[in-house]
């Protein structure tokens, strides 16, 4: 399996001038996704899982449509569905985030319309808020893991942004970075994985957006298969604003002898 999302989370405020040249271009199509099913777990800290989920990929001509859905053992839910084009370059159409339940202290049910510009939030007691925000064409909410698939290992360093969720959506940057690559085994056989850091760019201004966003947020990984063909492998990060880190990977089906 090749295509993965997720719902990774920071926080930054936007509206500073200083970082306004952080827009960039979106990211070209150098392998396209296709049509998938896949299974994913959750796994805390300490290793134990928490939560299992499914990812389903359906293709029409260029629109894509993913979805990634966890069940969590305390009975939370995340579930991320996203259209997007893949015509030369990946584009967003659309993107709807779930979360609720134990494992996410602030609910979380936010609609993403990236012709329009419109953000949907609703609260739990049902009323909904809308925003407008200018979003540009590198915004990658409900794509954004299975985009580093098509991302150059020897690249430097590439930019895109992401729209948080919050009682008031706010437009991020993201750094991502290539960090060397990390060994793995399949089945006794060994492999490279490109280790790919994650980090929300707050620039030289860090002194005026602290007292703003709190803490930095922590940095994520995300492996991708050092190949020609690349494939998720597994990623470590916070899933919400404030969350522990938690690692997602994808699992196999085990049958009966």
């Known amino acids: ?29 150098r392998h396209a996704q296709g049509t998938t099913h896949g299974f994913l777990v959750i796994k805390n800290a300490d ?51 779930v979360q609720y339940g134990p494992s996410f202290p602030k609910p979380v049910d936010m609609l993403i319309e990236k012709e329009s510009g419109d953000v949907t939030t609703r609260a739990e007691d049902g009323t909904s808020r809308k925003d407008h925000l ?21 690249d430097a360093e590439t930019r895109v942004s992401f729209v948080v969720p919050s009682s008031k959506p706010r437009l991020v940057h993201f ?34 957006v602290a007292p703003l966003v709190g803490k930095q947020p922590a940095d994520a990984h995300v492996w991708i298969l050092d190949s020609p063909t690349p494939a998720f492998i597994r990623q470590t990060g916070q899933l919400f604003e404030g969350g522990p880190r938690w690692e997602v990977e994808q699992v196999s089906a085990v049958l009966p002898r």
Request: hydrophobic share 40%; charged share 20%; aromatic share 8%.
């Open 1 to 29: 399996m090749r295509n993965f999302q997720s719902t990774i989370c920071g926080l930054l405020l936007v509206a500073i001038p200083s970082i306004a040249n952080l827009y960039a271009d979106p990211i070209p199509v």
């Open 134 to 154: 200018e979003l540009p064409d590198d915004v990658v909410n409900g794509m954004y893991p299975n985009l580093l698939v098509n991302f150059q290992p020897s």
């Open 175 to 208: 750094s991502v970075k290539p960090a060397g690559t990390v060994p793995f085994t399949v089945a006794g056989t060994r492999r490279k994985a490109v280790d790919y850091v994650v980090h929300v760019d707050i620039g030289g201004v860090t002194g005026l």
């Open 47 to 97: 290793g134990k899982r928490i939560a299992t989920g499914d990812i389903t990929q359906v293709v029409k001509g260029d629109l894509v449509m993913s979805r990634v859905t966890f069940h969590f053992r305390d009975g939370s839910l995340d579930d991320d569905s996203a259209v997007f084009r893949q015509n030369g370059t990946f584009r967003l159409v659309s993107d709807h985030l």
